[in-house]
């Protein structure tokens, strides 16, 4: 009877290390409701905002005060597609002096997806960081940012860092598995999420002079240049979208899986707004279309709106930790009040619960096991 316990020690001790994360993952886009339990309920929240919207996911917030004018789902976790290099770019662009010279290896392109968006960076060629840079942000180059992730240490530093930088920023609904936003399982954001990257970054004069340039120069070998256009359609007017007047940028994406996805900001008469646009399902300039659709109702009706949430603030720079309420945990898990398509809390709790039944059930079997073996040789 001592001999036959289900569990040793060892898998006693695998469940827990197995339990451990699961346990401390879940609370982190499941039970918190970052920027107000109203951003975790379905659908529309807001009145009087534009219609025919398509977007799955989408959100208007006043750049400066912080507050979430309207939303869509706003902590609805989906495919980020290149909005998120602002995350990358606002976790390396300190870094390195835009001044700085670097000369690319094959190495540096060896783990490029296929398929990517490239600016056309070649081994062998010297470039400056500010070049690279503007590789990242007008061409959405995977090359450019693989470039800078090696120049900072590496593929899985500059992930990890990036992850640590959306905690810190408190983007709870993020997973990063690549710098560089292309298809990845498992890659995630939500468009509450990507407007505080966008937020937190335009805060760098340099994100915000990078975003906001239209054309560059770029090295082609020798003294040869071939110059690049941003890909923002409404800050170049291309391909029929006509440009948003005083919109500062930000970042666009797209891949076959994420489909679009935008945020864009905009200043006028002293105010800023940020809006970002995911996943619409009409229309290959829809999101651009939309976007400008609710930077037009922010800066009127907007104006008078009453807030519906706020972009919380940076831990490290004094922002308050979001922590969960019984309210906040029922609307993330499925509860009235929660994001249509957005993960249940209640199902990963409910895993995590199991995982943690069975290392108790493990326990157990060990302590009668020796209780068993105590009995047998006293």
């Given at each position: 009877?001592?001999?036959?316990?289900?569990?040793?020690?060892?898998?006693?001790?695998?469940?827990?290390?197995?339990?451990?994360?699961?346990?401390?993952?879940?609370?982190?886009?499941?039970?918190?409701?970052?920027?107000?339990?109203?951003?975790?309920?379905?659908?529309?929240?807001?009145?009087?905002?534009?219609?025919?919207?398509?977007?799955?996911?989408?959100?208007v917030?006043?750049?400066?005060?912080?507050?979430?004018?309207?939303?869509?789902?706003?902590?609805?976790?989906?495919?980020?597609?290149?909005?998120?290099?602002?995350?990358?770019?606002?976790?390396?662009?300190?870094?390195?002096?835009?001044?700085?010279?670097?000369?690319?290896?094959?190495?540096?392109?060896?783990d490029?997806?296929?398929?990517?968006?490239?600016?056309?960076i070649?081994?062998?060629?010297?470039?400056?960081?500010?070049?690279?840079?503007?590789?990242?942000?007008?061409?959405?180059?995977?090359?450019?940012?693989?470039?800078?992730?090696?120049?900072?240490?590496?593929?899985?530093?500059?992930?990890?860092?990036?992850?640590?930088?959306?905690?810190?920023?408190?983007?709870?609904d993020?997973?990063?598995?690549?710098?560089?936003?292309f298809?990845?399982?498992g890659?995630?954001?939500?468009?509450?999420?990507?407007?505080?990257?966008?937020?937190?970054?335009?805060?760098?004069?340099?994100?915000?002079?990078?975003?906001?340039?239209?054309?560059?120069?770029?090295?082609?070998?020798?003294?040869?240049?071939?110059?690049?256009?941003?890909?923002?359609?409404?800050?170049?007017?291309?391909?029929?979208?006509?440009?948003?007047?005083?919109?500062i940028?930000?970042?666009?994406?797209?891949?076959?899986?994420?489909?679009?996805?935008?945020?864009?900001?905009?200043?006028?008469?002293?105010?800023?707004?940020?809006?970002?646009?995911?996943?619409?399902?009409?229309?290959?300039?829809?999101?651009?279309?939309?976007?400008?659709?609710?930077?037009?109702?922010?800066?009127?009706?907007?104006?008078?709106?009453?807030?519906?949430?706020?972009?919380?603030?940076?831990?490290?720079?004094?922002?308050?930790?979001?922590?969960?309420?019984?309210?906040?945990?029922?609307?993330a898990?499925?509860a009235?009040?929660?994001?249509?398509?957005?993960?249940?809390?209640?199902?990963?709790?409910?895993?995590?619960?199991?995982?943690?039944?069975?290392?108790a059930?493990?326990?157990?079997?060990?302590?009668?096991?020796?209780?068993?073996?105590?009995?047998?040789?006293?």
């Amino acid at each position: 009877m001592h001999g036959s316990s289900p569990l040793s020690r060892r898998a006693v001790l695998g469940l827990a290390a197995a339990a451990s994360p699961l346990v401390a993952a879940t609370p982190a886009h499941a039970a918190t409701v970052v920027g107000g339990a109203r951003l975790a309920r379905p659908g529309v929240q807001g009145t009087g905002l534009p219609k025919k919207l398509t977007a799955a996911a989408w959100l208007v917030a006043d750049g400066d005060t912080g507050e979430v004018l309207a939303s869509c789902n706003a902590h609805k976790r989906l495919a980020p597609a290149s909005t998120l290099k602002m995350l990358f770019a606002d976790t390396v662009l300190k870094k390195f002096d835009r001044s700085e010279r670097y000369k690319v290896t094959d190495a540096d392109l060896a783990d490029v997806p296929s398929g990517s968006s490239l600016v056309g960076i070649k081994p062998g060629i010297t470039y400056t960081v500010e070049q690279l840079w503007q590789g990242v942000f007008l061409r959405s180059g995977n090359d450019a940012v693989h470039v800078l992730s090696h120049m900072n240490g590496g593929i899985a530093k500059t992930v990890a860092e990036m992850q640590a930088r959306a905690q810190d920023l408190q983007a709870l609904d993020t997973h990063v598995v690549s710098p560089d936003g292309f298809d990845h399982k498992g890659q995630l954001s939500s468009a509450y999420d990507l407007t505080l990257f966008a937020r937190h970054g335009l805060k760098n004069a340099d994100f915000r002079g990078y975003c906001h340039t239209r054309t560059a120069n770029f090295p082609a070998g020798g003294k040869k240049t071939f110059q690049i256009q941003n890909t923002d359609r409404l800050l170049t007017g291309a391909w029929g979208v006509k440009t948003y007047d005083g919109l500062i940028g930000v970042k666009n994406g797209y891949t076959s899986h994420a489909g679009n996805t935008f945020t864009g900001a905009a200043t006028r008469d002293g105010r800023t707004l940020l809006v970002t646009v995911m996943h619409p399902t009409s229309g290959y300039n829809a999101v651009y279309e939309e976007t400008a659709a609710l930077l037009d109702w922010g800066f009127g009706k907007g104006s008078s709106a009453v807030a519906v949430g706020s972009l919380v603030e940076p831990l490290s720079e004094g922002g308050a930790r979001a922590t969960p309420s019984r309210k906040a945990v029922r609307a993330a898990a499925g509860a009235p009040g929660a994001g249509a398509g957005s993960p249940s809390g209640w199902r990963l709790l409910e895993g995590a619960g199991g995982t943690v039944a069975l290392l108790a059930g493990g326990v157990w079997a060990l302590r009668r096991r020796r209780k068993d073996q105590g009995e047998h040789t006293g």
